[in-house]
């Protein structure tokens, strides 16, 4: 159980739309009440036409921070491999400002490897990558520290990722918010595996660490409870192009309105 409030987060991902119905999906889903508005980090689809329409998230990231007025917005999540780890602090701190203090970093290891392939990155292996993101966190947050101006406020982390070993032990030490997958159990399971970690390194993760999960086609009425039981607080609804049909994302936040 969580006594942090609900939150409702739709992940609008950047692929098979023009950019305008993605801009119109935005503004629709800041009218619906969600909290949070995520895109995603790749160069290409995830589904469908492994080469359809797509679009970057970082230049979208400033777009949205323009267009937007109360939501908060963010990547869910970036592949830390894209970007020199100062780089993307310093975009961070600059969509942080162009959005009035409402932006989400989220970042992972990465996992896409036609992203690396097509663009020239190394794609190594999970334990390399990993390694890179741990040694990006303390990079990342020293070059936010140092910003000037500073960012309006400290902007949450959050970390994507299972790895029970690894990933968990990162989200521990540099978390804010850690975004899950898998069901409740799976929840249950690696968040008191997460609380672990946090006593290892001297964090209260369970006060300290917002648990984050993807809902996919469940309904609030099929688990909403249960997740609240284990701990999750952040809940995200996945709406693909070219439609963007939010209905889903509604019916959550009725939900989430209807526990207050």
């Known amino acids: 159980m969580t006594d942090r409030n609900l939150r409702i987060a739709v992940q609008l991902q950047p692929q098979h739309a023009e950019y305008g119905q993605i801009r ?14 995520f895109n995603w980090d790749h160069f290409y689809p995830l589904s469908g036409d492994p080469d359809g329409l797509h ?9 949205w921070a323009e267009q937007t007025e109360r939501v908060e917005i963010g ?15 310093d975009m961070a701190r600059t969509v942080d ?47 936010l520290a140092v910003g000037n101006p500073a960012p309006t406020r400290e ?28 069901d409740v159990e799976t929840l249950t399971r690696k968040s008191a595996i997460l609380d672990e970690h946090g006593a290892a ?25 249960a997740l609240v039981a284990a701990g999750a607080s952040l809940f995200t609804v996945g709406v693909n192009g070219p439609d963007y049909d939010l209905s889903a994302a509604a019916e959550w936040v009725a939900w989430r309105d209807a526990q207050r």
């Not at 999540?77 to 602090?89: E, H, Q």
């Open 55 to 63: 679009f970057e998230c970082w230049t979208m990231l400033g777009a």
């Open 201 to 225: 390194v001297g964090r209260d993760t369970a006060a300290l660490v917002e648990r984050s999960v993807e809902v996919g086609r469940h309904s609030p009425a099929e688990v909403g409870d």
């Open 97 to 143: 400002h162009i959005s009035g203090g409402r932006l989400i970093l989220g970042i992972g290891a990465g996992w896409f490897e036609k992203d690396y392939d097509q663009f020239g990155y190394e794609f190594g292996t999970p334990g390399t990558r990993l390694a890179d993101l741990a040694e990006a966190m303390p990079r990342i947050k020293n070059r």
């Open 155 to 182: 902007i949450p982390i959050l970390i994507g990722g299972g790895g029970e070993k690894k990933t968990l032990r990162i989200v521990a030490e540099h978390g804010d918010i850690w975004h899950s997958f898998g």
């Open 75 to 89: 990547a869910l999540v970036t592949c830390n491999s894209y970007r020199n780890p100062d780089l993307l602090a």
């Open 24 to 37: 119109d999906a935005v503004l629709r889903a800041e009218e619906l009440g969600v909290d949070v508005v």
